[in-house]
T-cell receptor
Framework: NAGVTQTPKFQVLKTGQSMTLQCAQDMNHEYMSWYRQDPGMGLRLIHYSVGAGITDQGEVPNGYNVSRSTTEDFPLRLLSAAPSQTSVYFC?????????FGPGTRLTVT | KQEVTQIPAALSVPEGENLVLNCSFTDSAIYNLQWFRQDPGKGLTSLLLIQSSQREQTSGRLNASLDKSSGRSTLYIAASQPGDSATYLCAVYNFNKFYFGSGTKLNVKP
């Protein structure tokens, strides 16, 4: 049971490049979510999903896309990276409202 | 919009002290509140989950209380140890969304 896994651990992008942050869970959780964490701030919700085929926006969705084709996977896409998207990104999954977090992806956009 | 505030932002105590971390939230219509621990460069680990109908939860040296009507929660750590040094985050949950505070960075000195 690996829990919540995220890849890559680190990534450097140039402004305007696109990429996908991967998130997978093996706990059969319906709820999955993406957060970003900036220095001195708590986690802010980007997008979330309550099941396969269902996604919704969180607090800071602009510049990010998500899809949920399976229960296990919830990728986060940056279509055109901007320096303001430099952050640490966390994926989480949960049963009910208890959350389990992945180890994070540290993204730098230059 | 729900806002979560944690005070103090940082705390340094000698080993063995009992301490209290505070969390307040602006909208009392929450489903539950969760306390997390975050070690540097790591993801979040759930410590305690308090349902909205509960007043407190205990796990070992940790005790968390919830006063939903006043929008407050406290995390009490008894007999602090250097291994307790970390950032502690609280999060409230309602309507499929989690809102995090910015955390309290705790340093327990040997």
């Amino acid at each position: 049971n690996a829990g919540v896994t995220q890849t890559p651990k680190f990534q450097v992008l140039k402004t305007g490049q696109s990429m996908t942050l991967q998130c997978a869970q093996d706990m059969n959780h319906e709820y999955m979510s993406w957060y970003r964490q900036d220095p001195g701030m708590g986690l802010r919700l980007i997008h979330y999903s309550v099941g396969a085929g269902i996604t919704d926006q969180g607090e800071v969705p602009n510049g990010y896309n998500v899809s949920r084709s399976t229960t296990e996977d919830f990728p986060l896409r940056l279509l055109s990276a901007a320096p303001s998207q430099t952050s640490v990104y966390f994926c989480a999954s949960g049963q009910g409202s208890e959350q389990y977090f992945g180890p994070g992806t540290r993204l730098t956009v230059t | 919009k729900q806002e979560v505030t944690q005070i103090p932002a940082a705390l340094s105590v000698p080993e063995g002290e009992n301490l209290v971390l505070n969390c307040s939230f602006t909208d009392s219509a929450i489903y539950n509140l969760q306390w997390f621990r975050q070690d540097p460069g790591k993801g979040l680990t759930s410590l305690l989950l308090i349902q909205s109908s509960q007043r407190e939860q205990t796990s070992g040296r940790l005790n968390a209380s919830l006063d939903k009507s006043s929008g407050r929660s406290t995390l009490y750590i008894a007999a602090s140890q250097p291994g307790d040094s970390a950032t502690y985050l609280c999060a409230v949950y309602n309507f499929n969304k989690f809102y995090f505070g910015s955390g309290t960075k705790l340093n327990v000195k040997p």
